[in-house]
């Protein structure tokens, strides 16, 4: 069983910043893709970012593109997610999930192509 965590959302004004962590463990393979998504109440959970193993490609949805940051961290399995000029619209849950790097990565946008998601953080923009 692999088990993912975050940490780090929480309450910030609107133009802050926020850094989430993630962290994945548990099983003997070594390669994830991992993603973020959010959910805002009463909407459905959506793509926000995705890096391969390695680091070398990561994906944004457009609503972030040029505002959040995606990064790996020494240890292949972690992730974290830099988020500079937060909106309100960016107020939601935010979760990290994992696949494994020998999926098609074409599919790295979707719920379904994750096996392994965390608990979510709450991340709250408001003045």
């Known amino acids: 069983q692999v088990q993912v965590v975050e940490s780090g959302g929480g309450l910030v004004q609107p133009g802050g910043s926020l850094r989430l962590s993630c962290a994945a463990s548990?099983?003997?393979?070594?390669?994830?893709?991992m993603g973020w998504f959010r959910q805002a109440p009463g909407k459905e959970r959506e793509f926000v970012t995705a890096?391969?193993?390695?680091?070398?490609?990561?994906y944004y949805a457009d609503s972030v593109k040029g505002r959040f940051t995606c990064s790996r961290g020494n240890a292949r399995n972690t992730v974290s997610l830099q988020m500079n000029s937060l909106k309100p619209e960016d107020t939601a849950v935010y979760y990290c999930?994992?696949?494994?790097?020998?999926?098609?990565?074409?599919?790295?946008?979707?719920?379904?192509?994750?096996?392994?998601w965390g608990q979510g953080t709450q991340v709250t923009v408001s003045s």
């Open positions: 999930a994992a696949a494994p790097s020998t999926r098609n990565s074409g599919d790295y946008y979707k719920v379904s192509f994750y096996d392994y």
């Open positions: 548990g099983r003997t393979f070594s390669r994830y893709t």
């Open positions: 890096i391969n193993w390695s680091g070398s490609s990561t």
